[in-house]
C-alpha cells in the first residue's frame, strides 16, 4: 500500500490502517479498503423486524427479549442502541453495535427496529 485512499465520508486525505480497517481521523469513519464505494453494492438491503432499510449509524430499539450468550443478562424490549454498523457476522447476524452494560455485539435485524 503506497497510497491510502482519502475518507469516503469527508474526503480527509489524513487516513490510517488499523487492523484491516482504514481510519478517518476527522470524521471518525472505519471502512474497508475496497469498499469505499456504495456499501450497499452487490449486497441486499438490511431490513429491521418492521421493514425499515437500516444503514451504518442509525439508531434502533430492541422489540423482542434476547438472552445474550455467555452472560446472566438479557437484552430488554426497548432497550436502545445507537450508532450501529451493518455487517456479515456470525451465523445470521447483520449488525454490529456496542450495547450499554454489554459491550460489542452482534445482533439479529430481525430483532430490532429503527428508533
Not at 17 to 46: K, R, S, T
Not at 51 to 64: S, Y
Not at 69 to 97: C, F, M, Q, W, Y
Request: glycine share 10%.
Amino acid at each position: 500500500m503506497d497510497e491510502l485512499p482519502p475518507c469516503p465520508n469527508c474526503s480527509c486525505v489524513n487516513t490510517y490502517p488499523m487492523g484491516a480497517l482504514l481510519v478517518c481521523p476527522e470524521c471518525a469513519n472505519e471502512w474497508i479498503q475496497g469498499e469505499e464505494g456504495d456499501a450497499d453494492e452487490g449486497e441486499a438491503e438490511v431490513r429491521d423486524a418492521v421493514g425499515n432499510v437500516l444503514v451504518d449509524g442509525d439508531t434502533v430499539m430492541i422489540v423482542k427479549d434476547m438472552k445474550v450468550k455467555g452472560s446472566s443478562k438479557t437484552l430488554k424490549v426497548g432497550t436502545r442502541v445507537s450508532n450501529i454498523r451493518i455487517v456479515s457476522g456470525p451465523g445470521d447476524h447483520d449488525i454490529e453495535a456496542k450495547v450499554d452494560g454489554f459491550g460489542p455485539l452482534y445482533l439479529k435485524s430481525s430483532i430490532m427496529k429503527k428508533a
